[in-house]
């Protein structure tokens, strides 16, 4: 599990106060650069994708994620936290 250190645990308080996606975009366009950003997204969407049981080579297609990284965020699919079935229940994703 993600350790709650003190700082890590203001981090998610301060995220929790958000309440639209505008707020979560000027939140995270400020905290984070351009490019973790886009990362944190495709991540993301190789997860949908996984859920989805697309297959490697659509998913580098269409997302154009590194075979490493599909293959990192597919082990956290299945041996993490359980963060990503947490928020695809919440939003029924598949």
Not at 16 to 24: M, W
Not at 28 to 49: F, H, I, N, P, W
Request: charged share 25%; proline share 2%.
């Amino acid at each position: 599990m993600t350790e709650l250190t003190p700082e890590n645990k203001a981090l998610f308080a301060a995220l929790l106060t958000l309440q639209t996606e505008e707020e979560c975009a000027a939140f995270l366009g400020d905290l984070c650069t351009v490019q973790e950003l886009k990362a944190m997204s495709q991540r993301y969407q190789v997860a949908v994708m996984l859920e989805e049981k697309k297959v490697y080579s659509d998913i580098v297609a269409q997302t154009g994620a590194s075979t490493a990284t599909i293959s990192r965020v597919n082990r956290s699919l299945a041996y993490g936290e359980g963060g990503y079935r947490l928020v695809f229940g919440r939003l029924k994703r598949p």
